[in-house]
């Protein structure tokens, strides 16, 4: 019964993914090998922020899973960015 | 037929157990967040160190590291497509496969540690004594963080091994296979973290 509700995503999908996940890799590798100042900081992080969201889909289901749990994780993010903000806020104006 | 009538009667709550696996998952990424925040505040704090710090990491050695961590993530991806086929030699392959991609990479950092402490840049080493505050905290936090992923890799494989063997005598099987999907999510976890660990250490400049 569960069978018929269960999402199974295919080899080739799951392959696809692997190959934008290197790409965005080697992508990264290349940018920061190229002298941006501080421009490398935010391109290497907005690309890993990428990656981990295609992660999170595909590879962990989140495609597919109910939607409580997509709520859940966007939760967790804003806990973590709010984190961020207050910390530097902190360090920036002190 | 019998196996199918024992099951039915197990109280059994698969959205339960993923859901106390995600709960599990989110205090991992703080752990490893709040320490990506101290990070954060030690670079803004000793750039100059920091960027000095960062031309001695092997690039190339991380690189690999990177990749093989993404094709064993893609690898229990399948798994758990392949267990839901009822394909469970394939399931077998491709764990095993995974285990061993998992052990490359702890080789790979072993070879990588053994450099640095060859070059005399360990925690606590008269090296990194001289070279002041910034270097040692990079250091620090290096082969702390680093040391903490490769923890939750052994942690990782050893869960991936029980799942295997389950696999194997058909304790995990086509209906049954959420114990996989949690290993699974927890290998994409440790999968997660070296995503940003691998730019915050060897790439950025």
Known sequence: MSEEKEHIVSYKNNFLVLIALLCLTFLTVAITSVELGPWNVS????????????????????????????????????VFTALIVITFFDYLYR | ????????????????????????????????????????????????????????LDKTIGLINTVILLISSMTVAMSVSAIKEGKKKLTITLLGITLLLALIFLVNKYFEWGAKFHHGLYPGSGILHDLGHGDTLFFGLYFFMTGLHALHIIIGMTLLAVVLLKVKNERINSGD????????LYWHLVDLIWIFLFPLFYLIH
């Open chain 1, 43 to 78: 391109a290497a992080m907005l690309i890993a922020s990428l990656k981990v969201g295609i992660v999170l889909y595909y590879f962990m289901h989140l495609k597919f899973e109910h939607v409580i749990l997509r709520i859940m994780v966007i939760m967790v993010v804003l």
């Open chain 2, 177 to 184: 296979y959420v114990l996989l999907e949690n290993g699974g």
């Open chain 2, 1 to 56: 037929m019998e196996q199918t009538a024992t099951h039915s009667l197990e109280h059994r709550d698969d959205t339960a157990s993923k859901l106390g696996m995600w709960l599990f998952i989110f205090t991992e990424i703080l752990l490893f967040g709040g320490l990506f925040i101290v990070y954060s505040v030690y670079r803004y704090k000793y750039p100059v160190a920091f960027h000095l710090a960062n031309q001695e």
